[in-house]
C-alpha cells in the first residue's frame, strides 16, 4: 500500500518567515492534494498536482510536484497567522479516489 | 452552498451503545467516503461508495457499516461502539471515484466511548 511521509512534523515561524512542507511516496503519485485544517474543523482543499514537474499557486502558497512523481513540497512566503493550521497532503493510489491516503500532517505555527 | 453536511459534531457514547453518524451533500457527487482521524495516524478510509446502492471497504472497515439509498446522503453505523472508535470521523464527497478529482470534506464528528 502507498505511504506518505510528511516533514516536518511541526513548524513553528515568525510572520512573514517563508517555509516547506515536503510530502515523500513511497510509490509514483498519479494524484497528489493539500489540503489545510484548522482545529475542530474539515479540511479545506489547496491544490491537486498531477504531472511531474507540476507547479501551481494560490496566493502566497507555491505547491510542486517532482518529475519522478514520488515527492510533492508546498511552499509559504512570508507567512501570516492566518496560515496556521495542519496541513495534510492527500494522494491516489493508482489513479482511483477509493486508493486515498494521506500523510499524517504538518502542524504549523506563526508567531507574531 | 452547504457542501458537506455532517451530524452531530460532537457525541459521547457508551461501550456497546450503537448509533449512526449522518452524511449529507449538495453537489450531486457521486463519490462519497468516511474516513477517521486519529493523532499520529493521519486520515484512514473506513468505507467509501461510488454512487447510489454501491458501497465497499476501505482501510479500517470493522465495526462499522455503511449504505447509500440516495446519492446525497451516507450514513456511517457503529455497531456496537468500543473505546478504540474514539476518534474524529469527517465525511468527504467528489464528483466521482476516478483520479484527479479533489474530495470535499465535512466539519467532523467527534466521537468519544466511554
Known amino acids: 500500500s502507498q505511504e506518505l511521509e510528511q516533514s516536518p512534523q511541526s513548524l513553528i515561524v515568525q510572520e512573514g518567515k517563508n517555509l516547506t512542507i515536503n510530502c515523500t511516496s513511497s510509490?509514483?503519485?498519479?494524484?497528489l492534494y493539500w489540503y489545510k485544517q484548522k482545529y475542530g474543523e474539515g479540511l479545506i482543499f489547496l491544490m491537486m498536482l498531477q504531472k511531474g514537474g507540476e507547479e501551481k499557486s494560490h496566493e502566497k502558497i507555491t505547491a510542486k510536484l517532482d518529475e519522478k512523481k514520488q515527492q510533492s513540497s508546498l511552499h509559504i512566503t512570508a507567512s501570516q497567522p492566518s496560515h496556521a493550521g495542519i496541513y495534510l497532503c492527500?494522494?491516489?493510489?493508482?489513479?482511483?479516489?477509493?486508493?486515498?491516503?494521506f500523510g499524517t500532517g504538518t502542524r504549523l505555527q506563526v508567531t507574531l | 452552498n452547504a457542501g458537506v453536511t455532517q451530524t452531530p459534531k460532537f457525541q459521547v457514547l457508551k461501550t456497546g451503545q450503537s448509533m449512526t453518524l449522518q452524511c449529507a451533500q449538495d453537489m450531486n457527487h457521486e463519490y462519497m467516503s468516511w474516513y477517521r482521524q486519529d493523532p499520529g495516524m493521519g486520515l484512514r478510509l473506513i468505507h467509501y461508495s461510488v454512487g447510489a446502492g454501491i458501497t465497499d471497504q476501505g482501510e479500517v472497515p470493522n465495526g462499522y457499516n455503511v449504505s447509500r439509498s440516495t446519492t446525497e446522503d451516507f450514513p456511517l453505523r457503529l455497531l456496537s461502539a468500543a473505546p478504540s472508535q474514539t476518534s474524529v470521523y469527517f465525511c468527504?464527497?467528489?464528483?466521482?471515484?476516478?483520479?484527479?478529482?479533489?474530495?470535499?470534506f465535512g466539519d467532523g464528528t467527534r466521537l468519544s466511548i466511554l
Open positions: 492527500g494522494a491516489d493510489g493508482a489513479g482511483t479516489a477509493s486508493k486515498l491516503t
Open positions: 510509490k509514483t503519485l498519479y494524484g
Open positions: 468527504a464527497s467528489s464528483y466521482s471515484a476516478d483520479g484527479g478529482q479533489p474530495q470535499h
